[in-house]
């Protein structure tokens, strides 16, 4: 059975930092190994759709932001500890939401949620003003 395990949310003050981890089970998932699937994470506030934040190839070698993320958002992927992580920084009240990380198997680099394969179930980020 596929897993998707996030951590790392939590309360922090705006300009502060988080950075989520999100961790896969096991060796392989679906039958392939980790380093064969682009990893995105997603955000979902209440009361809004579920939005792409940012995305990395299976290699690493590419990533993609939103751009209202882009200068403050990292992500970065070890395929030796199946891990993909999100540092966030210069945080602001608008990026509270459920941070989700899925996996693809298909894209390079996939922007939309309709792509992706996998899911795990969040981890909350709120962010005081």
């Known amino acids: 059975q596929v897993q998707l395990v996030e951590s790392g949310g939590g309360l922090v003050q705006a300009g502060g930092s988080l950075r989520l981890s999100c961790a896969a089970s096991?060796?392989?998932?679906?039958?392939?190994?980790?380093?064969?699937?682009?990893m995105g994470w997603f955000r979902q506030a209440p009361g809004k759709e579920r939005e792409f934040v940012a995305a990395?190839?299976?290699?690493?070698?590419?990533?993609y932001y939103r751009d209202s993320v882009k200068g403050r958002f990292t992500i970065s992927r070890d395929n030796a500890k199946n891990t993909v992580s999100l540092q966030m920084n210069s945080l602001k009240p608008e990026d509270a939401a459920v941070y989700y990380c899925?996996?693809?198997?298909?894209?390079?680099?996939?922007?939309?949620?309709?792509?992706?394969?996998?899911w795990g179930q969040g981890t909350q980020v709120t962010v005081s003003s």
């Open positions: 990395i190839s299976r290699d690493g070698s590419m990533t």
């Open positions: 096991g060796r392989t998932f679906g039958s392939r190994p980790f380093g064969d699937y682009a």
């Open positions: 899925a996996a693809d198997y298909t894209s390079w680099l996939p922007t939309f949620k309709t792509e992706y394969d996998y």
